[in-house]
């Protein structure tokens, strides 16, 4: 894939998803020029490949990427469609509507502005963290307006290209119902559950295992990025918890009937079913193989290679540790008729091996 005709291309903010997108476009052969607030960030990013910070000529420019904080993307977007005047404009924020309401607000021909937001990132923060390859096999999200100009959105479908994603496009609006439902909605969740636990007695943390640490993962990003990004959001955020509200009512009176109960529990379980599994296709019920694995140098490795004597697929993975004793234990997750294989291999090769998880 040519990106010449990206070329040449202004990210603006060398965060993570900035410089990463700087990274991807200079490997794609684009010339790339970084600005940021802090112009160190944009020093790191340069230093490591990801372009120039040599500012560019504004009637050359021909893409200009917006990596801000969701609270200064309409104005930062704003700025660029009338400093480069011949460049199409994109930002990668998490939420499109609020962003498109300002910008229709200021009066500006907005011809040259398409939204798109890649479903990618970290909890990691800043240039150092970034990398070509973050946006590789991911949704990038394209939502053209009423006004945007075809070559706009042929643009912006060929920038996620170039960083090799998979390229979704619907509406503002709509975007911002998809994603307050599968990201804002569980991040939330995972704050509240989070934020319980600092009036938990520290006696019963220690009894915490994997399920609450799944759980509660998302919970440790920045405070004030997902401020914002709530804030952006907080019409379609808060359909959402309302819904979420009604359920949790159901649920408190749900607890003193066992068929009420199971049915509220069922339903959870219809829906971890109805979320794509592997390649997009429907989710699959896969085997556990749990091997208990020894705290030490070069263990992991071992199993590992022991797994693919075996020949059977390993369709996802994860460690758990034990809190007391300098032991953990790998969940392999395989075809449901390959289970008995791999238990059979591993348990020659001298693992042990249990039937199911362990519970800590």
Known sequence: MNGRELSPALVIGAGLVGASVAHALTRAGVQVHLQDKASSHAQVAASRGAGTTAAPEPSQVRLVVVAVPPASLAKVIAKA??????????????????????????????????????????QRVGPLTATPDLFVDRTWVVTPHDTSAAHAVLDVNELAKLCGARLVSMGAAHHDEAVAQVSHLPHLVSVLVAGRLTEVPAEHLRLAGQGLRDVTRIAGSDPQLWRQIISANSAAVRQELAQLRDDLDGLLASMDAAADLTGVLQRGLDGTRALPGKHGLSAVSYAHVVVEIPDAPGALGRLFRDIEAAGVNVEDLRIEHDLEAERGWLSVQVAPDRAADLAAVLTTAGWTVRDHEPQL
């Open 81 to 122: 469609l009338n400093t480069y005047p011949n460049a199409t404009i994109t930002d990668v924020g998490s939420v499109k509507g609020t962003v498109l309401a300002d910008l229709r607000a200021t009066g500006l021909d907005l011809a040259r502005y398409v939204g798109s937001h890649p479903m990618a990132g970290s």
